[in-house]
């Protein structure tokens, strides 16, 4: 069995994780800051680079597993958008229902 697709899922996960989960703490952070400058601008350089390292670095072991790595970053975008959904705005859990 090849774990390489599966570790390359992963690897697109954890990225997508970091860049998603970053954006909304910064988002969160830096609407109440009094220069959100300094929340979006450092965040969206230290995200992006990571990510595309991270890409590059998967590139370079084959497009099979660029794909599967884009998947686990897709997949990633989903999870952490599904779990914003159920939090307020001060990061506590919602009570009864939920506004689509």
Do not use: H
């Not at 009094?34 to 230290?46: A, E, Q």
């Not at 599967?68 to 859990?93: H, M, S, Y």
């Amino acid at each position: 069995m090849n774990l390489t697709p599966i570790i390359s899922a992963i690897a697109g996960s954890l990225l997508g994780l970091l860049f998603f989960g970053g954006l909304w703490l910064t988002v969160r952070y830096g609407l109440s800051s009094p220069r959100p400058w300094l929340w979006f601008l450092p965040s969206l350089l230290f995200r992006s680079g990571v990510v595309l390292a991270g890409f590059a670095f998967l590139a370079g072991t084959g497009m099979a597993n660029l794909l599967w790595c884009t998947a686990g970053f897709i997949t990633a975008k989903i999870i952490v958008t599904i779990a914003g959904r159920n939090l307020d705005p001060q990061g506590r859990e919602r009570r009864g229902g939920t506004c689509i």
